[in-house]
């Protein structure tokens, strides 16, 4: 009797999950042939079929149903091992807090925590939302580790004397416009159409940076002020105005809303950085190699 495989109980999982085949075989970076072939020696270990093929796809036969079932728990297993090996071979075991304005902790932050998760089992982190200004006075005090700020022209001149810092990502700023707005099927407006709309913008304590209108208008049309990112997000996807989002930001935004560039020469633009001591342990190197890795993912995004 055949052998059951830990990549045959792979390929079963992947075709159960996705239902069929060729759904399974690019999931799992296969060629529809191999997922087929793992699928018969599969079946040659249960002595009996897995799927029952039809028009729309396939779908598991009881045995295949039992044998995803085992096969969950087993390949949980698995994976656990591997995890268990690298946290033993990995040396960084201390601990981390990382800090980061709102618009970054939306997208970049999390993508990096899940980086370190994966590549440092053993490293602890620890998160915390607040103001560029904010995060500043937190590292200098030593209440974090890892600061990501944004700094910008239309931003205040942070004191950065006896810190490191390094460049992130030199992004743009973005409109967040209602999915049926005259901008949204648009890849860029020129900053002349946006004196007549109304602006959904931020609100915050007296020292944080808050997004109001695009920086370079002039007397622009408030709408209505939202304290946290996805009320203003909300209040744009239910057509009650528009919205400035950076660029960093903008795979989060909801159903309903779209992201469209501002053509503006005299916008200067924005960056994120990540500013720490200057005598980095290895754990805060460590994130932020992470950060510079999936901000470099952000960049190259579509």
Known sequence: MADFTLTGLRVVQAVVGTGSFTA????????????????????????????????????PSP???????????????????????????????????????????????PRTL????????????????ASSPTQLRQLRAHRIDVAVIGVGADLPAYDLEGLSHDLL????????????????DRGSVPVTELRDEGWIVGKGLRDDPQFGAWPTLDHP??????????????????????????????????????????DDPAWLGRAAVAVTVRTRSPEVTATVEALRHEAAGLRAAP
């Open 63 to 109: 045995a295949g149903t039992a044998l995803a079932r085992r096969a969950a728990s087993a390949l949980n297993e698995i994976d656990a091992v591997s995890t268990d090996l690298a946290r033993l071979q990995d040396h960084l075991t201390g601990r981390v807090v990382i800090a980061a304005f709102p618009s970054a902790a939306a997208v970049l932050v």
């Open 114 to 129: 899940a980086r370190l998760r994966n590549e440092h089992p053993g490293l602890v982190t620890e998160f915390g939302e």
């Open 169 to 184: 990502l030199d992004g743009s700023l973005l409109l967040a416009v209602p999915a049926n707005h005259r901008f949204a």
């Open 24 to 59: 399974a075989a690019d999931a799992l970076g296969y060629t529809q042939s191999a997922v087929s072939r793992q699928v018969a020696a599969m079946e040659a270990a249960a002595g009996a079929p897995l799927f029952v093929r039809g028009a729309r796809g396939v779908v």
């Open 221 to 262: 049309n408030i709408a209505y002020v939202a304290r946290e990112w996805p009320t203003r997000l909300g209040f744009v996807a239910a057509g009650l105005g528009i919205a400035v989002l950076p660029e960093l930001a903008a795979a989060s935004v909801p159903a309903g809303v779209r992201t469209v560039h501002v």
